[in-house]
């Protein structure tokens, strides 16, 4: 007998990548997805969270609820949205009914600290936008992290260079803040940086062919895909896309497709050129400075790319 799924909450800006992930977990039956979050990043909140009920709607699952997060950084402006990357309303810009109703009435902080206290031990947080909403958990339940049963986040750049800047990943710089306090949290957390997510490509062709598979979510990607595609080709000389938020999603179903090595993080808050880099410690051992009784996080460093875009795939077509 399979064992039951695991309870996650997305933590989600969508965006075209979060759209990519979050059709991904409700297609695998490893999974139950308890709610979305959402948050600012790729668009302004308000735009996030009527993508979140498209996205949900496109896959039949109106029934999850969706709590309406933060708007803003712990402790900076907004840097604004990546239209560049995933359109002016964070879906490739494709016209959709109006999926607006309201959200769940607790906001996002307030929704997990309910749901992971309800479920001690069972929930793992899927973090996949800027870690604002879960700091503002921790902020407010300091205890949170000794009642999950994880996190496991995209963000983060540990041995390569960044996405936003020379120094950091997209996620981070929109608020190195929180992510310093999430990073530091005592529970199980892997991140799912750009070590293996810039060397996870789903190819051109492969996006080709999602476009001849016929399923309301295949035709969801089928459209807003071509937009990110675009941006990889304009930015990275790339045909195909980097593979992001769908990697949390690949390791908790097939963990065996990475590897990683585990080290404390820390988040570098300076308002210098390193803003929002996520630094590891040195070794393994004998954390000291800066590192020093921070817990340790499993920070994915190689990646069978070929195998986990199968996996998305496929899954993506049995729905
Ligand atoms: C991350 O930044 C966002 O633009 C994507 O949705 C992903 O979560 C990649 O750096
Ligand atoms: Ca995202």
Not at 237 to 255: F, N, Q, R
């Amino acid at each position: 007998m399979s064992p039951p799924p695991r309870k996650i909450i997305i933590d989600t800006d969508p965006g075209i990548d979060d759209a990519m992930a979050i059709l991904y977990a409700l297609a695998a039956p490893e999974l139950e997805v308890v709610g979305l979050t959402t948050v600012f990043g790729n668009a302004h909140v308000e735009l996030c969270t009527t993508n979140a009920f498209h996205i949900l709607d496109v896959a039949g699952r109106s029934d999850i609820p969706v709590a309406h997060g933060a708007g803003r950084p712990l402790a900076m402006p907004y840097r604004g949205p990546a239209a560049f990357v995933h359109g002016e309303n964070g879906l490739a810009d494709i016209a959709f009914h109006d999926a607006r109703r309201a959200p769940h009435e607790l906001d996002a902080a307030h929704f997990i600290i309910e749901q992971v206290l309800a479920a001690p031990g069972e929930i793992t947080l899927v973090p996949i936008g800027p870690l604002t909403n879960i700091a503002l958990a921790m902020l407010l339940r300091p205890d949170l992290p000794q009642h999950l049963a994880g996190m496991v986040i995209m963000g983060g750049n540990a041995f390569c260079p960044g996405n936003a800047s020379p120094a950091a990943e997209a996620n981070i710089i929109n608020d190195p803040e929180a992510a310093d306090l999430v990073f530091g949290a005592d529970c199980p957390i892997v991140m799912c940086g750009l070590d293996v997510t810039e060397r996870t490509v789903m190819t051109g062709a492969q996006i080709d062919e999602i476009a001849r598979i016929d399923t309301p979510r295949a035709r969801l990607a089928a459209q807003i895909l071509p937009h990110y595609r675009e941006f990889h080709r304009a930015s990275h000389g790339l045909d195909g896309i980097h593979v992001h938020d769908s990697t949390c999603v690949s390791y908790m179903i097939a963990p065996q497709h990475y590897a990683s090595v585990l080290r404390p993080i820390r988040v570098d808050c300076g308002h210098h050129v390193g803003r929002g880099k996520t630094w590891p410690s040195l070794s393994d051992q004998a954390h000291g400075g800066e590192w020093k009784n921070r817990p340790p996080v499993t920070i994915l460093t190689e990646v069978d790319s070929a195998a986990v875009v199968d996996l998305e795939l496929n899954r993506l077509a049995s729905v």
